[in-house]
């Protein structure tokens, strides 16, 4: 399909919208002026002056035309309709001189021209316009000589006074139509605003939030503290199984566990269709329910933002769509800094923590012990017995299930707080961070009694199930026994002690 370009012929005719300064005083200027004019052609009935005044009034009549064209036209339409406005000062100040200063249309006019300058540009602007209608009133009355004639009649006054009535009422008409606009931008500028606040605000919760569970429940605390007349749910659905939903939160909607339940499988009913916004049902307090999707914005899930408002209007829309932009991105790049954490923490065949965390905690204890020794730190050193022989009859793969079997039950020994790494090959190690001997003793205790001469079944390459019993070597020491840097050492030493003692009364039964 070609999109053909409008000619420059085209272009150049198609005129812009002036600024709105110049709509809003294009009626009571036509008004003032059409006024003006047929004041002109009363007195030149009462006078019988005719087409001598009269046809130079016509140009009057021009006058509004003009000064519309010139702020359609100008650059600057806004200071092409200030200048107008003065203008319109001097223009009237010269036609009170041609009207030889008719008393009511010289007052009248005058302050209608001091007001509209004072109303746009303060105090100056209305001097200078002051300025340009006596300098307009006066410089006609030098040129063509001064003749003062300030009352005609009362017929006339009635009409200038109307006139002035009915320009005021006009005036006063724009003024409120100009204030309603202002209110409304000011509402909007305010949505605007709390949009951005939230924006900022979704922003900063991704960066502290640890994990996705909180970042999604604090950025939905945040969205409905700048919003508070609506509400907010979030739901996480896996991509392949769109009926499990991996992570929900919600705020100012107060559903229960079954209602949440419930929207969670109607979304997932509907995670085929394409991005936007889509109308859920009707609640029992009158409000709706809408959702937007993520749509392609996350790699593993299907993500819906659902949000209860009254009704759902152009600018909620776009709102909701910036909202969802910033939810997907935020949790994409959760998700992801996250794996990279695990991966670089964490031992990849038991999803224990790595040497690396380890090494690196166990600095930071050292440190810590340095900087107040009265807390102290401990560390338990285990290796398992026979992984080789294992290793070496039944293959790698077996050998690699009693690591991960080890790893599982030590796990459950550990309390919060303790660190349990793999060390290399079959050693493991616990790091106590604010614990003396007593922590590894206690632990150490467990293993003997849980864990040591356990069987466990694991599965050969050829499918069969072979038994085996977990032995572990145990060393373990404090830094309330030796200083903070010779801890690690000591406890290595010890386990080293534990395996040949072991060893020995193996030999010996
Ligand atoms: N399956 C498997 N084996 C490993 C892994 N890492 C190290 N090993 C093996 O673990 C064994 C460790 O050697 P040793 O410390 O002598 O093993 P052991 O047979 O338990 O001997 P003791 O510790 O002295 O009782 C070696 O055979 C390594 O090849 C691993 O990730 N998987």
New binding site residues.
């Given amino acids: 399909m070609s999109v053909s370009k409008p000619s420059t012929a085209r272009a150049k005719l198609t005129l812009k919208r002036p600024h709105r300064l110049a709509l809003a005083t294009l009626p009571p200027r036509a008004f003032a002026f059409c006024h003006t004019f047929g004041l002109t052609v009363w007195i030149a009935l009462a006078e019988g002056s005719g087409w001598r005044l009269i046809l130079p009034g016509l140009l009057l009549l021009l006058w509004p035309a003009v000064a519309y064209a010139h702020a359609v036209l100008a650059r600057d339409s806004k200071r092409a309709e200030f200048r107008n406005l003065y203008f319109d000062s001097l223009l009237f100040g010269i036609w009170c001189g041609v009207l030889d200063y008719y008393l009511w249309a010289t007052l009248f006019i005058g302050l209608a021209c001091f007001m509209n300058n004072m109303v746009v540009g303060g105090l100056r602007r209305m001097a200078v316009s002051f300025a340009l209608f006596a300098g307009g009133a006066l410089g006609w009355g030098v040129l063509a000589g001064f003749e003062f004639r300030p009352y005609v009649s009362m017929g006339l006054d009635i009409y200038q006074v109307s006139g002035a009535v009915i320009y005021l009422l006009a005036l006063a008409y724009v003024m409120n139509g100009q204030n309603r606009k202002i209110g409304r931008s000011i509402t909007e500028i305010q949505y605007q605003n709390r949009v951005f606040h939230a924006l900022l605000d979704l922003g900063m919760v991704a960066n502290r939030a640890p994990n996705i569970n909180s970042l999604l429940d604090d950025a939905l605390r945040h969205l409905h503290a700048d919003f508070p007349e609506y509400g907010f749910a979030v739901f996480l659905q896996e991509r392949q199984r769109p009926e499990v939903t991996r992570y929900a939160a919600e705020a100012g909607l107060r559903l229960s566990l079954e209602d949440e339940r419930r929207l969670g499988s109607r979304l997932a009913r509907l995670h085929e269709q394409d991005g936007g916004t889509l109308k859920l049902n009707e609640r029992s307090d009158g409000e709706q329910l809408y959702a937007t999707s993520m749509a392609g914005r996350l790699s593993l899930y299907e993500g819906w933002l659902v949000v209860r408002a009254p009704r759902l209007d152009a600018a909620l829309e776009r709102v909701l769509t910036l909202f969802v932009d910033q939810l997907a991105a935020a949790t994409e790049n959760k998700l992801l800094h996250l794996a990279l954490q695990r991966a670089a923490e964490r031992d990849g065949?038991t999803g224990l923590y790595n040497r690396g965390f380890f090494e690196s905690a166990l600095q930071q204890s050292i440190q810590g012990k340095m900087q107040q020794p009265g807390i102290d730190f401990a560390v338990l050193m285990m290796?398992?017995?026979?992984?080789?022989?294992i290793?070496d009859q039944y293959g790698?793969l077996v050998?690699?299930q009693l690591?991960t079997t080890v790893a599982e039950r030590l796990q459950l020994q550990c309390r919060e707080g303790d660190i349990l790494a793999r060390y290399g090959?079959?050693e493991f190690v616990i790091l106590f961070p604010s614990a003396d001997l007593s922590a590894p003793a206690r632990v150490g205790d467990l293993i003997r009694t849980h864990l040591e001469g356990q069987h466990c079944v694991l599965a050969t390459t050829e499918g069969e199930g072979i038994e085996v019993a977990l032995r572990l070597s145990l060393g373990s020491a404090s830094s309330s026994e030796v200083p903070a840097q010779a801890v690690l050492t000591l406890a290595d030493n010890r386990m080293y002690d534990d395996?040949t003692q072991r060893r020995k009364s193996s030999v010996l039964n």
Avoid: A
């Fill in positions: 065949l290796d398992v017995d026979g992984l080789k022989e290793n790698h050998g690699d690591i090959g079959d395996k």
